[in-house]
């Protein structure tokens, strides 16, 4: 893959590329991450495989996070609890969570660039909204990796606490094993009790 396939070159250096993770879970926070790469490494990290991150086995996402970290001017997390998923929808935890890792980064970017369709109301940085931005704009594919390989490193600790729901295998997503582990036991505290176990796979 070569840099001339994403989108980010027109843009100002500070522009940071934001992605969240975990709308479709019923287990566990939705995780946003923010990134801001400098231009000099864009060549190499496209070079290096930064893609969507559902497009990666576990083992080379995890090695792009880090090269990512060391790389980035800034990387931020931002997460909306279950109890907040429940209490606003899926789709407003999800933007408050992008907004939150957006508001942490130093030096706050020029420009915001958000996958999806949705922009994030009151944030008072201008801000761009890209469908299937993580295969189109290389700061939102490094921001997929890292939010996601963030939230996985979660729900794998969080596993240990609740290990009737086979989470170290599904990462929160409704599974078979998932779904019966629910049936079987209940929910626990970090399930969003706003989602039926039928509308997500």
């Known amino acids: 893959?070569?840099?001339?396939?994403?989108?980010?070159?027109?843009?100002?250096?500070?522009?940071?590329?934001?992605?969240?993770?975990g709308r479709g879970a019923l287990f566990g926070p939705v995780v946003a991450a923010a990134v801001i790469l400098p231009p000099e490494v864009w060549d190499d990290l496209a070079n290096s495989g930064v893609k969507d991150s559902?497009?990666?086995?576990?083992?080379?996402?995890?090695?792009?996070a880090a090269k990512i970290r060391r790389v980035a001017w800034d990387c931020q997390i931002g997460i909306a609890s279950v109890r907040e998923i429940d209490r606003l929808n899926i789709l407003q935890a999800s933007l408050l969570a992008m907004k939150r890792a957006i508001l942490k980064l130093k030096p706050q970017p020029d420009m915001v660039l958000i996958d999806g369709n949705q922009e994030?109301?009151?944030?008072?940085?201008?801000?761009?909204?890209?469908?299937?931005?993580?295969?189109?704009?290389?700061?939102?594919?490094?921001?997929?990796?890292?939010?996601?390989?963030?939230?996985?490193?979660?729900?794998v600790r969080l596993a240990k606490k609740y290990p009737v729901y086979d989470l170290t295998n599904n990462k929160g997503y409704g599974t078979k094993k998932h779904k019966q582990g629910i049936v079987s036991y209940g929910v626990s505290p970090q399930h969003r009790l706003s989602f039926s176990l039928g509308s997500r796979e």
């Open 54 to 64: 559902k497009k990666l086995s576990e083992k080379r996402r995890c090695q792009l």
């Open 1 to 21: 893959m070569v840099f001339s396939e994403f989108i980010d070159e027109p843009f100002s250096p500070l522009t940071a590329g934001v992605d969240e993770v």
């Open 120 to 155: 994030i109301r009151d944030l008072f940085i201008p801000q761009r909204t890209i469908v299937r931005g993580d295969s189109q704009c290389l700061a939102i594919a490094a921001a997929s990796i890292v939010a996601k390989v963030w939230r996985d490193a979660l729900i």
